[in-house]
């Protein structure tokens, strides 16, 4: 490192240091209490005193309880959708695989229905959505249409 350069990081590091000039001009502070500070003050001591009360103590307690079996269930409930998830799968590709045994054919069947039904439900979506509700078409002037109506 140079010279000039290694002066010029102490002279930074040195800026960064508290100096005995700053340090004067603060003025401490009073030592008076305001009236916020009281009420809050207060407000502290009767919360300490609310929460040693044992009806409270109780109801914590079963708050802190329930809480805790929640969380419990919650954490039992994801591992058991992972583990039927899975199960699903296995079972799927266990069908798929006896279905090939059984016949070679069968495989393309499948998918060949698969197709067909999703069609019928398109179509089932599509004319769901041609259907105007009578409080609409009261609404809406015969010459206007729709994007859905105009796209088609």
Same mark, same amino acid.
């Given at each position: 490192?140079?010279? #000039?350069?290694?002066?010029?990081?102490?002279?930074? %590091?040195?800026?960064?240091?508290?100096?005995?000039?700053?340090?004067? $001009?603060?003025? *401490?502070? *009073?030592?008076?209490? #305001?009236?916020?500070?009281? !009420?809050? =003050?207060?407000?502290?001591?009767?919360?300490?005193?609310? +929460?040693? %009360?044992?009806?409270? %103590?109780?109801?914590?307690?079963? /708050?802190?309880?329930?809480? =805790?079996?929640?969380?419990?269930?919650?954490? $039992?409930?994801? #591992?058991? +959708?992972?583990?039927?998830?899975?199960?699903?799968?296995?079972?799927?590709?266990?069908?798929? /695989?006896?279905?090939?045994?059984?016949? *070679?054919?069968?495989?393309?069947?499948?998918?060949?229905?698969?197709?067909?039904?999703? $069609?019928?439900?398109?179509?089932?979506?599509?004319?769901?959505?041609?259907?105007? #509700? *009578?409080?609409? /078409?009261?609404?809406? $002037?015969?010459? !206007?249409?729709?994007?859905?109506?105009?796209?088609?």
């Amino acid at each position: 490192m140079k010279p #000039t350069s290694s002066l010029l990081a102490l002279a930074f %590091l040195a800026s960064l240091l508290p100096s005995p000039a700053h340090g004067a $001009e603060k003025s *401490p502070e *009073p030592a008076t209490a #305001t009236t916020e500070d009281r !009420e809050h =003050a207060r407000l502290v001591s009767a919360r300490k005193q609310a +929460n040693e %009360l044992p009806e409270v %103590l109780a109801a914590h307690q079963q /708050a802190k309880a329930d809480r =805790a079996q929640a969380q419990k269930a919650q954490t $039992e409930y994801q #591992t058991a +959708n992972k583990r039927a998830l899975a199960s699903e799968e296995a079972y799927r590709k266990a069908l798929e /695989a006896g279905l090939t045994k059984v016949d *070679p054919e069968a495989p393309a069947l499948l998918e060949k229905e698969k197709a067909a039904f999703r $069609e019928r439900m398109v179509k089932a979506r599509e004319l769901r959505k041609a259907q105007v #509700t *009578p409080r609409r /078409a009261a609404t809406e $002037e015969p010459d !206007e249409r729709d994007d859905d109506e105009a796209a088609r």
